[in-house]
């Protein structure tokens, strides 16, 4: 059974930085694609970055600027770095990988917390 394990989560103040990782039990370099969604209570889990195994990333509207997705192959790891954060960014950052097109996994996700 496939299992991620993120990390790097905690309280921020407004205007900090926060990287989040993200470690897969398989090899990544074997995958299609890995991404980050957030989701608060009472909320739709919301897109927040996506990059494919071979690069190009992609950036949701309020991440764009922000926020930088990488993976490192010889790691196996995947990154969300969040910079400028906000309180409106805090949110449970759960991260997925795509093994192929057709089957996603889940991590259990990581909380982030923005406030002085």
């Known amino acids: 059974q496939v299992q991620l394990a993120e990390s790097g989560g905690g309280l921020v103040s407004p205007g900090g930085s926060l990287t989040l990782s993200c470690v897969p039990s398989?090899?990544?370099?074997?995958?299609?694609?890995m991404g980050w969604y957030r989701q608060v209570p009472g909320q739709q889990r919301a897109w927040v970055a996506h990059i494919l195994t071979r690069g190009y990333p992609n950036y949701a509207p309020s991440a764009r600027g922000r926020f930088t997705i990488s993976t490192d192959i010889g790691a196996n790891t995947a990154y969300l770095q969040m910079n400028s954060l906000k309180p409106d960014d805090a949110a449970v950052y759960l991260c997925y990988i795509d093994l192929n097109t057709k089957t996603r996994i889940w991590g259990q996700g990581t909380q982030v917390t923005v406030g002085s």
């Open positions: 398989v090899n990544i370099s074997n995958s299609y694609a």
